[in-house]
């Protein structure tokens, strides 16, 4: 049996601030032609931090928020309040702004004080608006986090979508370049596969710290049809 030997940093060791719990939100910025949404679905007590989008109406994020919701019983009576308004005489009908605009937070309340984060974020894109749901490339930032990866919930940040590679590819590299600023001893990597288009990342490290840039890459008429059929009971296999 062979002896493990673990040495001590001399390095002191970055710990990502945990976030505050915060409070719904159901209001809703004014639309303009070309705004592209987001969900951002945040789960403090998993560190996950995670993206669906751009899509170009509120309502095609609604079966991500389903998903979602339907294990909260205290959300799912919040969703179904939200989706219907009382008329002048007292009955419920659909409430047509919230199925435009959205919300801003939805907090989907757990078991054990758990929780997880629901947030709409919407970009004025009219590049992107045109496109959709051809594929685009979105970028999200991360970092600092700890250097084992830790620290994606209170250090993600989105930064948008756009429709060329070369051009996200710049916005990524200008994003490190921001990112590491006044940081030093940081080693970087990156990885834009092959074939000359599909997600990259871009990473910084320390022994202390790590910050990444990702450019996901989506084909939203693929996921909309495989989504499809999966709600009529349909199992498909895309071969890409």
């Known amino acids: 049996m062979t002896e493990e030997i673990y040495f001590a940093s001399t390095h002191s060791t970055y710990t990502p ?29 998993t560190d996950t931090h995670t993206i669906t989008g ?26 179904d309040a939200l989706r219907t308004i009382e008329d002048v005489w007292g009955d419920t009908e659909a409430n ?38 051809c594929p685009v490339y979105t970028i999200t930032t991360h970092g600092p986090l700890s250097a084992e990866g830790k620290g994606y919930v209170g250090a993600t940040e989105l930064v948008g979508s756009w429709v060329e590679r070369k ?3 710049d916005v990524a590299e200008r994003c490190m370049v921001e990112m590491l600023e006044g940081e030093e001893g940081v080693k970087r990597s990156e ?10 990342i871009l990473m910084g490290m320390t022994a202390e710290k790590r910050w990444e840039v990702r450019i996901a890459y989506e084909d939203q008429v693929l996921k909309r049809a495989k989504e499809g059929m999966e709600r009529k009971g349909e199992y498909v296999v895309w071969r890409l």
């Open 191 to 200: 990885d834009w596969g092959v074939g000359g288009k599909g997600a990259g």
């Open 54 to 79: 751009p899509v170009t109406t509120f309502t095609h994020l609604l079966p991500a928020i389903e998903r979602t919701v339907n294990d909260s019983p205290s959300a799912i009576d919040k969703l």
């Open 167 to 169: 051009d996200a590819r």
């Open 96 to 133: 047509h702004d919230f199925e435009a605009r959205g919300f801003t937070t939805f907090i989907v309340k757990g078991q054990r004080g758990t929780y997880t984060v629901l947030q709409i974020l919407r970009e004025d894109n009219a590049d992107v608006f045109a496109n959709l749901p």
């Open 17 to 45: 601030s945990s976030p505050s719990l915060p409070t719904d939100d159901f209001t809703a910025p004014p639309l303009t032609p070309n705004t592209i949404f987001y969900l951002a679905t945040i789960a403090p007590h």
